[in-house]
């Protein structure tokens, strides 16, 4: 049997990251990779048996590089804090790992729950992120602050995808929404530098990313979490884009004099 790391990104994850280190107490070790974390994230993870390093946040890209260099095994799973692996995905895993797996990139399925039911729609089932599951040294993460892609590594690299799915949690409450979609609008900006934006711009980039989840992906058939999602997104991409106009134009006040009595 071929031995496996887990890598667990987290921030800030205190309600989230023990079960998400629970899903995954059955590979060979468990890397928690913290960035400042000040509410009990690092030591909940630490009590469970992970593994916790400590590593300043300068994007996703460069976080994730980060955490597969921290990694022992020569293979390696992918778990965010918001993610459960299912006994599915295990045993999957665990019986290509018996073998040799015919590919050494894997994308994993994830099945989303959001406001108490399983998401249908919204391009959400199954989605997915970066592949998952991979042999150390076959791809790498580009460098974006977030969203951030992926590029494989000599000619022999190939990709398959797992036929069952991991769990995921993306939003605790409607205020995580507000949350990541002001953190997320932020981080996007960046990758906006050198484009001409406008706020025009912003608003249709905002309306099509909610038409896009809404109707085009089928969100309608998820009532009011179909909504709220397509929403979220609607925000996200319009702030996205109305914060890089806002750099762009570096609106400073307008002068003042000092006041003094006459």
Known sequence: ??????????????????????????????????????DRTAE???????RVLQVPFNGFGDLRNRAVEACRYDWIFSLDADERCTAQV????????????PCNVYRVPRRNYFMGRWIRGSGWYPN??????FRKGSMRYSLEPVHEGFELIGSSATVGTLGNAIWQFPFRNLEEIVHKAN????????KLA???VSM??????????FLKH???KCGFIDGWAGFVIAFGNFEGTYYRYAKRYEENQNWAPPPSEPLRRE
């Open 194 to 196: 050198g484009k001409p």
């Open 128 to 133: 997915f992120r970066q592949p998952q599951l």
């Open 90 to 101: 295990r045993d999957e895993i665990l019986k290509l790992l018996a073998g040799t797996p």
């Open 183 to 190: 953190r997320y609008s932020s981080l996007g900006a960046q």
């Open 200 to 209: 025009a711009g912003a608003v249709g980039h905002g309306l099509w990313a």
């Open 1 to 38: 049997m071929q031995k496996i790391s887990v890598y667990i990104l987290a921030f800030n994850e205190a309600e989230k990251v023990k079960a998400a280190v629970q899903s995954v107490l059955w590979a060979d070790e468990v890397v928690l990779i913290d960035s400042g974390s000040t």
């Open 44 to 50: 909940i993870a630490a009590s469970l048996g992970a």
């Open 214 to 216: 809404y109707i085009f």
